[in-house]
């Protein structure tokens, strides 16, 4: 009997850690988006999948009270407020949570920007922060959530600093304690003169709301310099706290982003210590019974708000306190929260710093960042495995890495011309692909417009530089006639109706890259799939008068970058711009080099559009640079990202027009479909997606891309060969997992799986990785690895019978593999160019049909002169 | 009894799996860093925040030019800058450039060579192998060579003469290290020609933009952009040489002391900081900061001149407003992943590995952060479990890399070729035999291994060339002869312009139509006359 005890607690000691250990796998397990075949939506975004699981909702009815001067109660009508999150446990940093409501007061006065500080100046808002602690009266005290636990990025925020009477309207908080009204209050004993010099100074008032950290630690916040270190001005992620806008119906929303200790060490949310997202929708300050005759503060207390409903206050005027969001803290606000209680997932194991192993680094494609970030601690965690490292960068200077022998492998999406002595083969390791994101407002602070529709020919017009920015742009020869930007095309109206019609210089463009990408080569292949686009290109005017702008007419596509062809310097008077002469419509582009870049300026909605002209006022000269941030209610921006980032940033992506009038958005389905009419010419080489068949399927995403890890398939050195080879073989298995862990896929990507769709791209994997761990340096046909995948993928579409030599590349195995390089590669002559000029290409015809006129004219003289001679 | 220490023991040791399974790897606890600076080494570090987010590390980067990095730095916005120089004290405006009373030091992080990229087309074709002289560099940088057919430029290209267009050059609008850094070069090199054009001695951030064609532009990426834009024909800027190498796009060699035109590669970007000197003065604020003046000199014939260092400026107050334990041990174990694994990677990204002195003088300006915070863990931080390839063991002064860096091809030199070898492409442009093919990495070996003489041979006047067909050795003259008559002004052939193939087309419907008509016409006109003719005489 007591060896069973004996066995027992030694299979319990053991299997804690086990299971520990297994717990985020498990709840991976969940939250993967393998919606493919199940009838859930199926949404590359987890998020719309996630909702019913773990999502959080109540109700509550809030109303305002003034207690009148004759002592009875007055109650505005009552607002009922139900409030809904749709994640809120197992949550990482960073991640954004959608947070809802109904049936709140609508707002009025929005400002440009609601978050942190910026956002104070709004009445009737819905505050919305991150607290830590939770909303439980049975919790020890320093487990309870409070405002001296809720972070917010600037004093302003949470304290008022020597305020007159007329800007004291807390001291009249009907559920304010006697203390919480006196003039000076929030921390006991108040801090001294020395300390916080501006605090304390008669007759002005002060209500302070002190910080307090995990670590216990008080900030009294009376100015900025006692604040946490992480409430920096300008802070690179800028405040997640938000004062939202209710639209008139009621109803608002937001993308909250939630932050780990890692974020903010001094709010310090993990998965131990627990955390709340704290929304008040702020319905103005209930106040006591005033005296006679009411004083200044009295007053202020029972303001109702300045700005109508649905209004903007972009000037950032001031608002009206009590109803305003600074006064969030106040009894009367404070006990309408809701609190809604947020878990942190464990953090994931990481690599260790110390670790001795080389890195071993595989070049190129941005696609995959997002993928390897979570691939690559289950890569360095592993003894058996070596440790990993995506280097990014452009698909063409990766593969050449590759080739040159610098890089192991490179990951790339299209297939690349060889220029080196070795074969090279495609093992595909992951699909995902691009989109075009967006962030754009609907008009009169009607929320956010979520389902832009575009096709090719408007992706051409922005491509080509064919939108003309501001009447800068009107001077352009040949387009002086065409839209100012994309939302006063009629095509674009059509496409995408209700939406504001006002020209933004960030409207006449789609932010993209600056270098070659394979992602650029998609996106043009898709165009130049489209007959209305290439008519458009060639000079075809569009059904309502718009024309290409001349310098991109009949430009070569599909093509890998995107160059910078205007040269119009537009005449102004402005002595900035005479001072810095510069191509404005290259200045509207202004494309950048990764796609996080452009993913970045979509989340803080900053197009990227140089065409800010000013003096600096340090140096006294001119200069050029980034336009402002835009303004919430007014954002108009888009941009080329990759759908890693979108996933991970909650960015949203445009559906792109597949067949004639059918437009499809990124999800498992879509991807899925693609993938479908890919089709692989020979074995190794990459699988070729025809933007062709997409545009008869009506149901594939035409931005769908196949990643591969290409890779030498010989003269690689045999431990490199065998890292690449394992690495494909993990990637197309256990990375294939859907999930947030260590290993696993992110969102974004559609799943490699042993069966269905994506059966062939799994069994081209195994075959490639397979060749690249031979490195056959003599031919030995494909059996020598006995790969049991090349036996039951029968259905795969790449599987090449047996006994034909790989056939990949015959001709090289006899090239000598070790030629003599870098000699002074000897001529570089410019190739014979067309030159034209249009001039001489109209005179030449017009002189030589003159030569032509005088010929027939001298002719007929000479016939018709004998006749006339003889009639005289 | 037994089995009661039997059940104990089993016990214990079952306890002791729950201890020791997890937590091993994350015994260190990091919290996010943030910074802002320097464009030049931006795209290195954007790599290895990427690198080291599987270490559990958030470091948030974002460019915005030094001169923003080390303000942001001082109003305590940041957790650290990344900067081209160091504060200046009182910069060229005359305004204050200090760290605002907060404690600090200097961490060299990566080397490069400012790079100058341009472009310029002869017949529609990008030319990739421009060579100017440093004079000739200032002197168009200060608008006194405004046109590409100048004949300091003719002369520094051998006699290749380039077509007549005005010379653009690109500079920055922002406050910039990049900036800095080329105008220290000039106003050390060629004083005579900056100075008057600055109006006062010394370097800038801000470039002075007087008059003439010159465009700024805020960043580097901006600058790169206008620079290949198509209205970029003729332009000339000057960025870190891994953004031309990310765009494909060529840039100058420029002459070194030596008498060669070299590009900024890893290579020679290694060999001429080996003449750097470092301020090693360990008390002075200083301490670590470049001093670049041999640099512009060094004789070595492969050495780039415009060479220097970026640094890192990090927090060392012990009551530091921004740092806590947590961030002080990530900003040291984001940097000890930079100078060591991290420099394996500089040279495919366009810049180049510290050295190893380097590297251990930024270990002492890491522990700083473990003095200013007892609880910081930099147990086994050290020089010795540095994973860098390119350091050499035995003597932590040398720089491996600027040892096997290849001797420049013969027609780089002066008054010779110029080669034909395409710029911007990060492969030495050597007559050495490289291997470039295969395993680049490797290479070290074979470099002095393949000509007997090879590595140290100097000077180099005629290294042997390899015939690209033979693999034979060919005499220096028939390259650069070669060379010669590749480069002859290039003439426009008229065929085939689709204008003309156009109006051609026209011109053949027309005689063809001539062709058919003509002689009915003519007939027709003859009958008539005899008929005329027939007719007026009866």
Not at chain 1, 151 to 157: C, F, K
Not at chain 2, 162 to 171: A, E, H, L, T, Y
Not at chain 2, 324 to 343: N, P, V
Not at chain 2, 418 to 426: E, H, I, Q, V, W
Request: hydrophobic share 35%.
């Amino acid at each position: 009997m007591r060896r069973v005890v004996l066995i027992g607690l030694a299979l319990l000691g053991l299997a804690a850690p086990a299971a520990a250990g297994a717990q985020p796998a498990g709840d991976a397990g969940v939250e993967g988006f393998r919606g493919s075949g199940a009838s859930a939506p199926s949404h590359l975004n987890h998020r719309e999948a996630r909702t019913p699981r773990d999502g959080w909702r109540a109700t509550k009815t809030l109303t305002r009270q003034f207690v009148q001067p004759d002592g009875s109660t007055y109650s505005f009508p009552s607002s009922t407020v139900t409030v809904t999150a749709d994640q809120t446990t197992n949550l990482r940093g960073r991640q954004r949570i959608l947070i809802t409501w109904k049936g709140a007061q609508p707002s009025g006065g929005r400002a440009s920007n609601p978050y942190g500080e910026n956002g104070l100046n709004q009445e009737y808002p819905v505050v919305v922060m991150q607290c830590r602690g939770i909303d439980d009266p049975s919790l020890p005290q320093r487990k309870q959530l409070r405002p001296e636990t809720c972070w917010t990025a600037s004093v302003v925020q949470r304290s008022q600093v020597t305020r007159s009477e007329g800007e004291a309207s807390w001291v009249h908080d009907l559920d304010a304690t006697e203390e919480q009204k006196g003039r000076l209050s929030g921390l006991d004993p108040f801090p001294t003169a020395e300390e916080c010099p501006a605090a304390d100074i008669d007759p002005y008032f002060t209500k302070l709301t002190p910080f307090v950290t995990a670590k216990g630690q008080t900030f009294t916040a009376c100015d900025a310099d006692h604040m946490p270190p992480e409430a920096a001005v300008d802070a690179a992620f800028p405040p997640a706290e938000i004062a939202a806008f209710t639209d008139t119906d009621g109803t608002g929303s937001v993308q909250f982003e939630v932050r780990s200790d890692v974020e903010n060490e001094s709010l310090g949310c993990n998965d131990k210590v627990a955390c709340s997202i704290v929304v008040i929708p702020i319905v103005g300050l209930s106040c006591d019974q005033p005296s006679a005759p009411m004083t200044r503060s009295d007053q202020a207390c029972r303001k109702g708000g300045r700005f109508p409903a649905g209004s903007s206050n972009f000037a950032n005027e001031g608002a009206d306190q009590a109803v305003s969001p600074a006064l969030w803290w106040s009894p009367s606000n404070w006990k309408n929260r809701f609190s809604i209680p947020i878990t942190f997932g464990l953090p994931p194991d990481t690599c260790d710093l110390l670790d001795p192993r080389p890195p071993t680094g595989f070049y190129g494609s941005e696609l995959l960042a997002q993928a390897a970030l979570q691939w690559a601690p289950a890569y360095c965690l592993n003894e058996k495995r070596f440790k990993f490292q995506l280097n990014q960068m452009p698909d063409i200077a990766g593969w050449k890495l590759m080739e040159s022998g610098n890089g192991v492998a490179a990951e790339v999406s299209s297939e690349h011309p060889r220029t080196g002595p070795d074969p090279v083969g495609y093992a595909p390791t992951a699909v995902t692909g691009f989109a075009i994101g967006y962030q754009i407002d609907k008009p009169d602070n009607a929320g956010e417009y979520t389902h832009l529709r575009l096709n090719a020919r408007l992706i051409a017009k922005l491509l080509t530089q064919s939108y003309l920015g501001s009447d800068l742009g009107r001077g352009h020869p040949g387009i002086g006639d065409n839209p100012l930007a994309i939302m006063a095309d009629p095509e674009f109206i059509k496409l995408n109706p209700g939406l504001s019609q006002n020209a933004q210089e960030a409207g006449a463009t789609v932010l993209s890259l600056s270098n070659s990408s394979d992602v650029i080569e998609q996106l043009t292949d898709y165009v130049a799939h489209d007959r209305d686009a290439m008519a458009f290109i060639h000079g075809k005017p569009d059904p309502w008068g718009m024309v290409v702008n001349p310098k991109y007419k009949n430009i070569d596509m599909p093509r890998a970058d995107w160059p910078m062809l205007d040269t119009y310097v537009p005449e102004t008077q402005n002595s900035c711009r005479q001072d810095n002469p510069a191509v404005y419509f290259s200045q509207l582009a202004a494309p950048v080099s990764t796609m996080r870049d452009i993913a970045d300026a979509l989340l803080d909605s900053w197009p990227n559009v140089q065409t800010r002209c000013e003096k600096d006022l340090g140096t006294g000269l001119y200069k050029l640079g980034r336009i402002d941030r835009q303004s919430y209610g007014s954002r108009f921006m888009l941009g080329i990202v990759s759908l890693g980032d979108a996933d991970r940033y909650g960015l949203r992506s445009a559906a792109l027009e597949a067949k004639p009038g059918t437009y499809v958005e990124p999800d498992t389905r879509s991807l899925a479909a693609a993938v479908q009419l890919a089709r692989q010419e020979k074995v190794h080489h990459p699988f070729v997606l025809d933007q062709g068949d997409v545009r008869r399927s009506g149901r594939a995403y035409p931005g769908t891309m196949i990643v591969y890890t290409a890779a030498r398939l010989q003269n690689l050195a045999k431990d490199d060969a065998a890292r690449v080879a394992q690495f494909v073989r993990v990637a197309t298995t256990e990375g294939q997992e859907p999930g947030s862990g260590n290993g696993e896929l992110p969102g974004g990507f559609l799943p490699i799986e042993k069966t269905g769709v994506t059966a062939k791209l799994f069994d081209a994997a195994q075959q490639t990785a397979d060749a690249i761990e031979a490195q056959r340096s003599a031919p030995s046909g494909p059996g020598d690895g006995p790969s049991a995948s090349s036996g039951d993928g029968g259905s795969g579409g790449g599987v090449t019978p047996p006994g034909v030599p790989e056939d990949g590349e015959p001709s090289t195995a006899p090239e000598p593999s070790a030629a003599p390089t870098t000699p002074p590669m000897a001529v570089e002559m410019p190739a014979t160019e067309p030159v034209g000029s249009n001039l001489a290409g109209g005179l030449l015809p017009l002189l030589i049909l003159l030569g032509a006129i005088g010929c027939v004219t001298a002719t007929a003289l000479r016939v018709a002169a004998p006749v006339v001679r003889r009639r005289r | 009894m037994t089995r009661l220490i039997r059940t104990v023991v089993a016990f214990a040791l079952s306890l002791a799996c729950v201890a020791a399974l997890p937590g091993a790897a994350n015994a260190t606890v990091y919290a996010q860093i943030e910074g802002t600076g320097s464009t030049w080494s931006e795209l290195i570090v954007q790599q290895w925040i990427a690198d080291v987010d599987a270490n559990g590390m958030k470091v948030v980067y974002t460019g915005g030019g030094s001169t923003k990095g080390r303000k942001d730095f001082a109003q305590d916005s940041t957790d650290f800058a990344i900067s081209e120089i160091p504060y200046q004290g009182t910069d060229e405006q005359g305004q204050a450039d200090t760290s605002n009373g907060r404690d600090y030091a200097y961490l060299p992080i990566v080397a490069g060579g400012t790079a100058f990229t341009y472009q310029l087309k002869i017949g529609g074709e990008l030319v990739r192998n421009l060579r100017l002289s440093g004079e000739t560099i200032a002197k168009i940088f200060t608008n006194k060579i405004t046109n590409w057919n100048d004949p300091a430029i003719t002369k520094d290209n051998n006699g290749r003469k380039f077509p007549s267009m005005p010379i653009k050059p690109v500079v920055r609008s922002d406050g910039s290290g990049t900036t800095a850094q080329f105008t220290t070069w000039m106003d050390h090199e060629y004083p005579s020609i900056w100075r008057p054009y600055f109006g006062q001695s010394g370097l800038t951030s801000y470039y002075p933009k007087n008059g003439g064609q010159m465009i700024s532009q805020a960043g580097s990426d901006q600058v790169m952009n206008t620079i290949k834009g198509f209205a970029g024909n003729g332009t000339i800027g000057y960025v870190e040489y891994s953004y031309p190498l990310n765009a494909d796009y060529p840039v100058v060699k420029v002459l070194n002391k030596a008498g060669y035109f070299v590009e900024p590669t890893q290579y020679n970007t290694a060999v001429a900081l080996t003449r750097a000197k470092i301020n090693q003065d360990k008390s002075s604020q200083l301490y670590l900061t470049q001093i670049l003046d041999d640099v512009y000199t060094n004789p070595d014939p492969r050495a780039y001149p415009i060479s220097s260092y970026s640094y890192m400026i990090i927090p060392t107050g012990d009551d530091d407003p921004r740092m806590t334990t947590a961030k002080r041990q990530t900003l040291a174990d984001f940097m000890y992943y930079s100078l060591c694994s991290g420099q394996t990677k500089a040279g495919p990204y366009g810049y180049s590995p510290l050295p190893l002195n380097l590297v251990q003088a930024g270990f002492d300006q890491i522990a700083k952060l473990k003095k200013a915070d007892g609880a910081v863990d930099l147990t086994d931080r050290d020089v010795k479990s540095c994973n860098n390839p390119t350091f050499d063991g035995k003597n932590l002064s040398h720089n491996v890399l600027a040892e096997k860096a290849p001797q420049p091809a013969a027609c780089d030199k002066v008054g010779a070729g110029p080669c034909g070898t395409a710029t911007g492409t990060n492969q030495p442009s050597t007559d050495e035999n490289t291997g470039g093919g295969e395993g680049g990495g490797a290479t070290g070996g074979d470099t002095g291994g393949s000509d007997g003489a090879g590595g140290p041979a100097a000077a180099g006047d005629a290294p042997t060339a390899i015939d690209p067909d033979t693999g034979l050795p060919v005499a220096g003259d028939a390259t650069t002869s070669s060379g010669e008559a590749v480069y002859a002004n290039p003439t426009e052939l008229v065929a085939n312009r689709a204008v003309d193939q156009r109006t051609f087309g026209w011109l053949a419907v027309l005689e063809l139509c001539a062709l058919v008509l003509l002689p009915g016409f003519y007939v027709a006109a003859l009958r008539r006359r005899r008929a005329t003719k027939a007719g007026g005489r009866p």
